[in-house]
């Protein structure tokens, strides 16, 4: 791709919107490593509130990325994993990461 389209065919948009935001390609790449109970991808994450992690798994859900599966057990048991449409994110991912290893220096000190 060597032209980027008008904003009205930009076809890139509703991808930014379903994936923008501090902590969704976080969780997308942790949910490419494996599937994962809430707990789990708190810890990974580190600093996220449970109520931030709980909306952006639910937006990530309601646009078809994560899937969730509830074991219906007492204590509950609730794992999360990426669909098919999720994963089809790793070469994004993968590509925003050789991105940015190639361009580490500029990213740390943009003067």
Same mark, same amino acid.
């Given at each position: 791709?060597?032209?980027? +389209?008008? /904003? +009205?065919?930009?076809? @890139? +948009?509703?991808?930014?919107?379903?994936?923008?935001?501090? *902590?969704?390609?976080? @969780?997308? $790449? *942790?949910?490419?490593? +494996?599937?994962?109970?809430?707990?789990? !991808? =708190?810890?990974?994450?580190?600093?996220?509130?449970?109520?931030? &992690?709980?909306?952006? !798994?639910?937006? !990530? =859900?309601?646009?078809?990325?994560?899937?969730? /599966?509830?074991? /219906?057990? @007492?204590?509950?048991?609730?794992? $999360?994993? #990426?669909?098919?449409?999720?994963?089809? #994110? @790793?070469?994004?991912?993968?590509?925003?990461?050789? *991105?940015?290893?190639?361009?580490?220096? &500029?990213?740390?000190?943009?003067?």
């Amino acid at each position: 791709m060597t032209t980027l +389209e008008s /904003k +009205e065919n930009c076809l @890139i +948009e509703p991808l930014i919107e379903a994936i923008s935001g501090k *902590w969704k390609l976080l @969780i997308v $790449y *942790w949910l490419a490593q +494996e599937t994962s109970r809430f707990n789990q !991808l =708190q810890r990974n994450l580190g600093s996220i509130t449970h109520r931030t &992690l709980t909306r952006q !798994l639910s937006e !990530l =859900q309601e646009a078809g990325f994560v899937s969730r /599966k509830d074991f /219906k057990t @007492i204590p509950p048991h609730v794992e $999360y994993s #990426l669909t098919p449409l999720g994963q089809s #994110l @790793i070469p994004l991912l993968q590509a925003m990461h050789d *991105w940015a290893a190639s361009n580490a220096d &500029l990213l740390r000190d943009p003067k």
